[in-house]
């Protein structure tokens, strides 16, 4: 059986069942990765908070650094269509990026852990 059967994509947003929207998010990630993971990060985090879960977004450029927005060199579409929206540079440097752990960011990460337990859904 492959590893994606029964697995459907929501047609709607109201067909995606949250089991803890009391669980707090950290969510890390590159502003210039691959295969559009920035824009979609995004897109993921509006729809959560949009159901009441909180996410701490967090999207590092480069050197690791906290920015705001996604480089658009790197790719601008959140489905991430087989064509992709990066260039051709955007594509090279993503892939260098998606493959370095933010060593900067662990005890952030570790903290928020200790600070936000997950709790069992109201």
Known sequence: MPADAGRRTAAQQQQIQIFNPAARVMHVHNACDVGGICP???QLA???NAAGVVVDDVMLDNHHQRVHACTDSCGTDPSA???STAS???SMIGLGNHMRWPKEWTTAMLDFFRQHPLKTAP
Do not use: D, R
């Open 40 to 42: 979609n990060g995004e």
């Open 46 to 48: 509006t729809e959560l």
């Open 81 to 83: 269509p087989e064509k």
């Open 88 to 90: 051709t540079t955007g």
